[in-house]
């Protein structure tokens, strides 16, 4: 594609997902947000991008799942797809590289963590289209070394650092709202076993009638 790389991102949550625009903009590429897995199909159908930033948890599909219909409407080309979540899981990696992830990025991340996995998952021709971008140097990071620079010097101004604190509040604020939404499912499983069992129990001594003294539960 000449130009601009182009940036599909796909986060529901609107302040979170303007912040990744901003970011990536800013580091030269051109970017696409959506808010929704049918909205990503549509724009999947119509253009073609470089790569693709998708949450897991969305309202509609999950991301593996859109990640499978983005593939699949392809015909053949490719896209890198790095996702995103809050949830810290063990399967969690193993599903990614199963649904042909090139990334993973655990909320809440840093900006240079989003602009590093960006910049490894493109080919050298476009990364070399933005100056902004440099293609990172992962020699040393095993034995400790520092993260490489991966932005322009414009980039580090007031306006980054101000990216930077919202980014960091806003991932905190979700991933407090998927453990409790993650808690609430637990439990919500926990009462349909609980009322299943009961629900099984007179059949499973279909004989004998209710006991004199057995009350209904209360909740």
């Not at 949830?87 to 193993?94: G, L, N």
């Not at 322009?152 to 101004?157: G, H, I, R, T």
């Amino acid at each position: 594609m000449a130009g601009r790389p182009s940036i599909l991102v796909v986060e529901d949550t609107e302040p979170l997902r303007m912040i990744l625009e901003l970011a990536l903009a800013g580091a030269g590429y051109e970017v696409i947000g959506t808010a929704s897995g049918a909205e990503a199909l549509r724009w999947g159908a119509d253009r073609r991008f470089d790569a693709a930033l998708l949450d897991i948890n969305l309202p509609d599909m999950d991301g593996f799942e859109l990640a499978a219909r983005l593939r699949a409407g392809m015909e053949g080309a490719t896209l890198p797809m790095i996702f995103m979540t809050a949830r810290r899981v063990p399967e969690m990696p193993a599903q990614v590289a199963a649904a042909g992830g090139v990334g993973l990025l655990l909320k809440p991340f840093r900006l240079d963590e989003l602009l590093q996995h960006v910049a490894r998952c493109l080919p050298d021709h476009l990364v070399q289209v933005t100056p902004a971008i440099a293609r990172p140097s992962y020699e040393g990071l095993a034995n400790g070394g520092s993260i490489p620079e991966l932005v322009s010097p414009a980039m580090k101004n007031e306006r980054i650092a101000l990216l930077e604190e919202k980014l960091a509040w806003l991932q905190r604020h979700v991933t407090e709202q998927d453990k409790a939404m993650l808690e609430l499912a637990g439990e919500i499983d926990r009462l349909k076993k609980q009322v299943a069992e009961r629900r099984a129990k007179p059949a499973m001594d279909p004989g004998g009638p209710a006991e004199a003294d057995e009350h209904p539960p209360h909740y």
